[in-house]
């Protein structure tokens, strides 16, 4: 669920970056909350 959180966070970053300079601000946020949920979800223990 979190990997697919992940992709689509990317993919508008991505997305965002090739079409909106004027927004790169809000852009390298979602790549952050990105990243954020990468480490959170390997930091975490996961129940077995």
Known sequence: MLF???AILV???L???AT?????GLIHLLLIMALFVFVV???TEKDA
């Open 11 to 13: 993919l508008l970053w």
């Open 20 to 24: 909106f300079v004027m927004l790169g």
């Open 4 to 6: 697919k959180v992940i």
């Open 41 to 43: 979800e390997f930091t």
């Open 15 to 17: 997305a965002g970056l």
